[in-house]
Structure formats: C-alpha cells, structure tokens
C-alpha cells in the first residue's frame, strides 16, 4: 500500500486556510494513507489553555465531516493532529479517520513536551493498535516527544502494531537518532510527519526542523522530505512483513524477550 505525509507549516489560529490546506492534499494525494503534522489544523506554541480551547475540535463535530466522506469515498485512512475537546479538558491528538468509520479514533499524547503542560491535559487513555482488516494492516499511534520513550513503540509493537505513524512538531535534531532503532528494535514501519516554518508566542523562537521521513522495519529511510520545504514523501509498504518477528532459525525478537528481568 501506499503510505504518503505531508510536510508543511500551518499558520498559528488560521484554522480555515490549515483546513482547506490538509483537505486538498487529502483529495488529490494518489495513496492508501495519508499522515498531517502534530497540530495541523491550529498551529502549535499556544498562549494557554484558554486560547488552546478557542481552537479545539471534537472528532464528532462538523469540521471532520467531509474527511469522513473523503475517507469512504476515496478509501483512504486519514491521520491530522488536532487540539481536541472533551468537556473541560483539552487534548494534543492525532485523528484517525478510516474509510469505513465505524474505526475512527483519537489517539491524545501521552508524554507533554515543555510549555504543553501547561496547555493540554495528558493522555488518559493509554495506547492502542487497530487492526483494520480492509487493509490487511495494524496501526499504532504516537505524537512528537513520544518518540523519546522506547517503551512507546515497543507497547504499541507487542499490541501488534506493523505500522506507526508519529505527526509531530520536532524542534531538535536528535530524534534522527532514535527513529531508526525503533523501527529496528520492533521491526515495524514508522511515519514521521513533521512540520516546518516557526513560531514565536511565548518569548522563544521556536523553529521546526522539517525532514520528514519514513522509515522501513530494518531501519533504513523509505522517503525523506527537505528542511524547510512543503512537500508530499510517498513510500510503497507491505505491513505483513512486519509480523515475522524472527531473524534466524533460533531468535526472535519478541519471543526472547526476558520482561521478569527489566526494571521499567
């Protein structure tokens, strides 16, 4: 299948030029999938929590609507990160929008990075892998400083995970260090979608570092987008592959594992 992120910088608090933005790459885009940076539809550096809210969504709302339409008409799995709403709390989360809707989810992030402790509350539902049978493929989610914690894409690996997919706002350059061992590590396919463009609004420069990429289950790099341009990296998986997690007649990856043992 065709696995396609798309690498742009939203304008902070124009959610209308963000959204016909994501919607057309979504509609003209030729892939199975399809993945947005973190915070796609808003911007990123909030002021505080009251501001954040001004700009969040729910997943049931009428903003979603026609992705939902796209999805089943298009077959495409949709993933956009978006600030949601839930009652009186406020999450950095990452859409799921599947062609057939009854698998639609929300993944919210679980580890906060800086200045969003003090905007979003944290992930209160843990993580999770859906097996989507259309096609034949498991998908795992995280977001941005996820990515520090190894114990993110091993769960998401030994709940049967093949592919995934990370939207992301990454200001530093040290995550091109990780990314690849936890693909290896777990041998699944990973989908970094960063974003490029900067922002300043808390008295920082904040500058995204761009170089989305796609990384095979051996580590290796499928697709990579430049620094600071806006672009679409396509790459052809097959998620079965993944699931042999063996690689010679006497080790396996998972199965060799000695959980008694580690102190996490």
């Known amino acids: 299948m065709k696995l396609a992120l798309v690498q742009f910088s939203p304008i902070f608090g124009d959610v209308e030029s963000n959204n016909n933005k994501i919607f057309n790459y979504c509609n003209s885009v030729d892939c199975d999938i399809i993945v947005f940076p973190e915070l ?37 799995l949709i993933v956009i990160g978006y600030p949601e709403r839930q009652g009186n709390k406020v999450y950095n989360s990452a859409a799921l929008i599947f062609p ?21 509350d944290e992930n209160d539902k843990g993580f999770f892998v859906i097996n989507y049978p259309d096609f034949n493929m498991k998908l795992g989610t995280m977001i941005c400083y996820d990515w520090r914690f190894p114990e993110v894409a091993r769960s998401l690996a030994l709940l049967g995970a093949d592919l995934i997919v990370c939207p992301s706002n990454l200001v530093t350059k040290v995550w091109d260090i990780s990314m690849p061992a936890r693909a290896l590590d777990n041998k699944v396919y990973l989908a970094v979608a960063n974003r490029t463009g900067g922002e300043n609004r808390n008295g920082n420069d904040l500058v995204f570092t761009g170089e989305s990429k796609i990384y095979s289950y051996n580590g290796t790099i499928m697709a990579e987008a430049g620094k600071s341009n806006e672009e679409v990296i396509i790459a052809e998986i097959d998620p079965k592959i993944t699931r042999k997690k063996s690689f010679n007649e006497f080790n396996d990856i998972f199965t060799d594992r000695r959980p008694q043992f580690y102190k996490v």
């Open 40 to 76: 796609a539809t808003s911007g990123y550096d909030f002021l505080n929590r009251k501001e954040c809210m001004g700009y969040s969504l729910d997943l049931e709302s009428e903003f979603f609507s026609p992705y939902k339409e796209l999805a089943a008409t298009q077959r495409k």
């Open 100 to 120: 057939d809707n009854k698998f639609n989810a929300t993944y919210r992030k679980t580890h906060l990075f800086y200045r969003e402790r003090f905007v979003f």
